[in-house]
């Protein structure tokens, strides 16, 4: 079963860091697009970071500077480094990720459970 498998979330004050990862297990051919998305309660679900099979990065503004996308092609994982973590940083944070599951085919839009990050003032 193709999926997504986050981790690394959890409470940290401000000015801390975490680094959150994202697995994707299962049959896969490849990794195209993958996305950090996070929703705070009461808001609409947000972009944070993307990063293209090619490495390209693109960030939400409000994240520049402090998070960095990276990914390791070995391990099927894309991470999400956060540092100068904030209070409103604080949300659940999903990944998102365009598979491809054999040649040829067209690649399948898959999301994470979701992982919460909580930062304390």
């Known amino acids: 079963q193709v999926q997504l498998v986050e981790s690394g979330g959890g409470l940290v004050q401000a000015g801390g860091s975490l680094r959150l990862s994202c697995a994707a297990s299962?049959?896969?051919?490849?990794?195209?697009?993958m996305r950090w998305y996070r929703q705070a309660p009461g808001k609409q679900r947000e972009l944070v970071a993307g990063?293209?099979?090619?490495?390209?990065?693109n960030y939400a503004d409000s994240v520049k500077g402090r998070f960095t996308i990276s990914r390791d092609n070995a391990k099927n994982t894309r991470y999400l480094q956060m540092n100068s973590l904030k209070p409103e940083d604080t949300a659940v944070y999903y990944c998102?990720?365009?598979?491809?599951?054999?040649?040829?085919?067209?690649?399948?839009?898959?999301w994470g459970q979701g992982t919460q990050v909580t930062v304390s003032s």
């Open positions: 998102n990720a365009d598979l491809g599951l054999a040649p040829g085919l067209r690649p399948l839009n898959y």
């Open positions: 990063i293209t099979s090619s490495g390209i990065t």
């Open positions: 299962g049959n896969i051919f490849s990794i195209n697009a």
